[in-house]
Structure formats: C-alpha cells, structure tokens
DNA sequence: GGCGAAATCCAAAGCGGTTTGGATGACCGG
DNA sequence: CCGGTCATCCAAACCGCTTTGGATTTCGCC
C-alpha cells in the first residue's frame, strides 16, 4: 500500500538475500513455491515496485521505444499518427513497455535518434512517414537501433523491417470502381508526394486509368497537406471549371469532407452529381461507419497498424538476429453514400 | 562519433578522475576552464552522453512526465489531445525532459498512475480531462506525486494546479452574439457533460439565455463526443423540426463541420439561412483561418495550453514547497462566415 | 551410511552515473 | 618561512536492481 519500499528493505523484512527476492518475483525456477508465495505476499503488502531506473540500467535495456516527431511531419499527419501511437501504445502497455515521444524541431531529428542511441532511452523507434528520399533508415543501422517502418522505404524494402498498406492497389481499385461507375474526369487529391504512400497512391491511380487508355488530367491532380479547406478549395476550384470532374478521389477523410462541402456550396449533390471516394484511416473521432458509411472509402485501420508495427518491433528486440520482417495489409473497398453512376 | 563510451572510459583517456569529468560537463565551478575543455572536446570526439538511466539512478529524478489516457477518454479526446501533447512536448524536450504516454484500459488507469509513482517511471503527471466527479487528484496527492490538470476539477480548484480555458465564458459570449443578431432559436450541441468543459460551456449558454429573460429549449441541447455524425444527424434532426432553430452553437470544429454539411444537406446555407458558432481548438489539420474564417468561433489554443501546463509542472517540480498555480486563458471571439442575422 | 545430484539460498560484483568528504598543491599575507 | 585559503582534483560511497559463482542443505539411491 504506502509506497517507497526497496528490494533491500523487502528482503530484510523477509529474512532473505534480495537476490532470492529478486529471482522469487521475477519467476526464476530456483526457488520453491513456498518461499515466492511468502515473498509475493509481503511484496504486496508493502507496496513494492521495483525501480524502474535501477532495473533498466541492471539490465541494460531501456524497456521503452521511441517515437521521435519533426514537428513539421507531426502537423502534416496529426489525426492519423495519434492514432497509431494508440494502437502502438496498446501494444507496449501490454509487453511491459514504455512509449516515449520527443517532439522535435525538424533540423534536430537526426539528435534525437543519436541520443536515443548513445543515452541509451529507448531500445528501439519506429519511423513514421517515410520520404522518397528517405535517410533515417541508414543513421538507425549505423547506431544499430533496432526499428520499424510505418510505410515503406523505397529501395529499402528487403532490408528493413516495415508495415504498410498497399496504397496503390487500394487507389487503384478505388479509381476502376470510379471507372465502372462511367466517371472520366476524375480528380486526385492527393496527399504530399514527397511522401512514399502518397507516391504509390497516385501511381495505383495513374495506372488505373491507363490500363482504359485514359491519361491523366495534370489539372485535376493536386497535392497537399491533408487538411479540410485543402478539400473544399481544390474542389471548388475545379468544379467551377469548363469542364469540371464528375469525381474526387480523395487521400484523407478530412480532406474528403472539406469537398463535399463544396460540392454543396456549388449546389450540387454528393453521390449524384459529383462522386468522392476517400482513403478512410479508421480514425475514431471520425466514424464512417453506419448501415451505409458517407462516405464510399478505401478503408485500412492505421490503429490495427500501431498494434503490428509495435509486435514486429518487440520481437526485433527479443530477437535480432531474425531476418526483418514485413506485413503489408491491404485496405477494404467499402461503398458508401458518396459514390453514383457518372450524370449523363 | 562512433558511440558506446562511458564516463570511465571517458575519464581514463583524460586522465582525469570520473569525478571531474562528470563535475566539468555537467558546469560545476569547481573544474578550472581548461580542463572543462579539454573534457568537452575529448567527449564530443568520443561522442560521449551519459546513460540516462544511470543518470536517473543516480540523481533520484526520472527526467519524465507522464501523460497516462485511458482508451475510452483518448477515443473521445482524440485530435484535442494531440495537439495538447505536441505543445507539452516541446516545453519537455527544450528542458531535458520525456514524455512517457501511456495507453491503458479504463479499469487500469489507477494501476498505472501507482505505477509510475512506485517504480519512479515519471516525476509528475498531467491530467487529461477532467470529469465532474474527478478523483485522480486525490490518489495523486496521496501518492505525492506532482501534477497539472489540463482543465479544472470542480471543488478543488485552490488546491491543484491547473491551465484551462474560460469555457463559461466563451460561451456566454458566443451566445450573445448570437442573441444580437436575433436568434433566439439557438441549439446546442455540446460535448459529454459529464466532463468538467463542457458543463461550464453549457452553464454559460444558458446563462446568457437567461440574461435575457430566455429560457433555454431541451429540445435543442444535446450531448455526445464530438464527432462529425454527431453533428450532422443532430443538426438534421433538428432541422426537421416544426420550429427549427436558426443558429447553433457547437463544441467542437469536427462536430460543426458536420452541421454545416446537415445545413447543406436541407438546401440550406450556412451564415445566411441557418447560423453556426463552434469552439475552435486551433488543430493544426483543421484551420480555420484565412482573411475571413469559415466558421465565427471562439478560439483557444490547446497547443499553447499543452506548452503552459508543462511549464507549469516542470515549475513545481522544480520548487516542490511552491503553492498551486493556475492560469485561466480566455478565448478570442472570432467571426466568421458561418453567422449572419437570424432570417425573418 | 555415504555420495552425487538437485534444490535453495546468498554474498558480492557489476550496471554507469552523481556526490560526499577529503587530499594536494599553489598562492598569499604576515 | 609558515599557516591558512583557494582552486583543483580524486577515491570511494551510493543509487536500487540483476546476476554470477558459489555455499549449504536435502534427498534419492546404491
């Protein structure tokens, strides 16, 4: 109960060496059950815990994996990191892990990993939003911390430890729908394509339209932030076009709903006039779900994706000699309200 | 550069003992300048840092703050608490400090709290939304362990220390701008009331209506997390009505841009035919900015909170004999183009 | 009865820092 | 020239835990 026992204090109370005290909580064999129960009882008694410091530095690991954010990155992929942090978070918890997180300025990012490493705080990181030019990668091999990959590395995939989803089959069976439905004209927009997901979801877009020997429209593609006026804007814009697109494809709910409403502010009906698909994260704060979600979406937890990302990392820990190790999900095709047949 | 040197080695090359070395980076006087030199440089070319969990060890200070969220509480918190988090981790990260998050079950939440006293995980912790029958303050007093409460717990306001923002007044306010522009039916869809936050947003809606000998219609108050549904299905619910309200006064930009689409939705327009207000928290992928905002709000930055509340608390834990202190931001009074006199 | 194996338990040596309580030597005024 | 003060620096204790390398006891079995 009242706190600020130390092992030292518990194995007088106990008449016992702290190491037996020590191997009776931590479970090793050599000790008999009725010393553990004696020593368990009395550890509850008395509020014992041990700390958390001493053991790390006994131990030699941190029992903690880092996330270090730019805070430019961070702004850029707000709603959805935190969402994988939860998910990853579960994980930790659950493994006896702790999760810490340095916010950082972007010109301090390679410091921050240089002193996760040589102060030894955490035994891992994971690496979110990776670049086209991605470089983090190459710094954690030479500081041989172990880590994971939220996305995918270009040229790099064999060699890393990753978990992605597949965004170019996903936008690419998201555009066939469109196709099927008669759009022609469709519009992307796109997340930033400096960033390897947003790159291969405008290559499954790309692709699909080739493969009906359509080209894409330049004018109609644009890339940003995933904000809501991002949406309404660009959206807005394009339909008060000539020849306005009869569909949106979208990277990001929040983006998603800033284009509806400006479909709406053009008098237009979504799923009549102008059709939206989105890339749908499974944030919680913005349910899609219902009898018929809102939106029609490409839908991937990117909780479920913390979850695995932390899993696959844990074990690197436990286990470095494995091999990396990858999962590539793939994202659900779910129809919604947002989604019709081209107008005639 | 290369990395893996500890103090002894560290010293050993110096020949120095691991007092002065450690006495000479860490800026104690009694190391001439010389010496203090000839250590930094030899430490930068060994590329010496300090373990940090013998440091920890050592000094008896864990260098940490926890933030400890319950799923449920994070599920509704969600982007909020973000953008809080990203502000306290800078203050963190400026003075040396982690944050360790934790993501635990609801029924677990105390164990965790314990935990991070008894195990010395953190020096101090932040408390996230606070409800109306809040009790972690009592175990963390009990505990002795430091804290900050982003919000204020009702009955003990003189006893914690706490940043929150004047929620009963920036919905007075809000309200009365909507009375002057001659609404009179005004909605409310308000967060969970039984959070501190928003029973004083709807003390002060009510409030306002009062002063003007209004009474305030249950009909047209709800309250709920704060989602996009949320918005859109009250807000189209009520829009049916016989009597619809024409304006509505909204938590949460998430939970507006949901009645905005619902307005839509009716053939109506928002800022002309139907009125809108929403709290805004200044979400970095929600901006609301721009010469004129889309939406009138009253606007406070849980970003700025988040980096006053570390402040706060890194304040107390550095003069633990100081008295409990508080700071009640007021939020801007923002218009937008979301208001406009209540229709004829 | 004696002997090796198995079962228990323990003293002490780390882990890598910080900090206390001097030691050493230089410098200075009387 | 000498005691006293400063300025520097150091050896060793300590933080609280894990873990190595025995020591001791118990026990089965020939």
Redesign the pocket.
């Known amino acids: 109960m009242s706190n600020g026992v130390?092992?030292?204090e518990l194995s007088q109370r106990l008449?016992?060496?702290?190491?037996?005290v020590?191997?009776a909580?931590?479970g090793y064999p050599?000790?008999?059950e009725e010393?553990r129960r004696r020593v368990s009882e009395m550890a509850e008694k008395l509020g014992y815990a041990?700390?958390s410091q001493?053991?790390r530095?006994?131990?030699?690991r941190a029992m903690a994996i880092g996330h270090v954010i730019p805070r430019s990155i961070h702004e850029m992929m707000n709603p959805i990191f935190l969402e994988f942090i939860a998910g990853a978070g579960e994980t930790y918890s659950n493994h006896g892990y702790d999760m810490i997180i340095s916010v950082v300025d972007d010109d301090h990012e390679e410091d921050a990993y240089r002193q996760i490493s040589s102060r030894k705080k955490a035994d891992g990181v994971i690496i979110h939003g990776p670049a086209n030019d991605e470089h983090r990668h190459k710094l954690l091999k030479e500081l041989k911390l172990p880590f994971v990959v939220h996305g995918r590395i270009p040229g790099a995939e064999s060699e890393t430890s990753w978990i992605d989803m597949n965004n170019r089959r996903a936008f690419e069976r998201a555009t066939n729908l469109l196709l099927d439905l008669g759009h022609t004209r469709i519009a992307l927009l796109n997340g930033l394509e400096h960033m390897d997901f947003a790159r291969r979801r405008r290559k499954g877009f790309e692709e699909a339209l080739a493969a009906r020997g359509l080209a894409p429209d330049p004018e109609l593609m644009r890339c940003a932030d995933m904000t809501e006026p991002y949406g309404c804007d660009s959206a807005m814009e394009m339909l008060r076009r000539d020849t306005p697109p009869t569909a949106f494809l979208v990277s990001s709910m929040i983006s998603a709903i800033g284009v509806a409403r400006a479909v709406g502010q053009c008098g237009l009906r979504t799923g009549k006039d102008v059709s939206i698909i989105t890339h749908d994260d499974a944030l919680s704060f913005l349910p899609n779900s219902g009898e018929v979600p809102i939106f029609t979406c490409t839908r991937s937890s990117v909780r479920y994706a913390g979850q695995k990302a932390a899993e696959l990392l844990l074990n690197m820990i436990a286990n470095p000699a494995a091999e990396p190790t990858s999962l590539h999900l793939d994202a659900e095709l779910i129809i919604g309200q947002s989604t019709g047949p081209a107008p005639a």
Chains 1, 2 share one sequence.
Not at 15 to 20: I, V
């Open positions: 130390n092992l030292k008449n016992l060496s702290q190491t037996t020590s191997r909580l931590n050599e000790v008999s010393t041990p700390n001493a053991r530095l006994a131990t030699g």
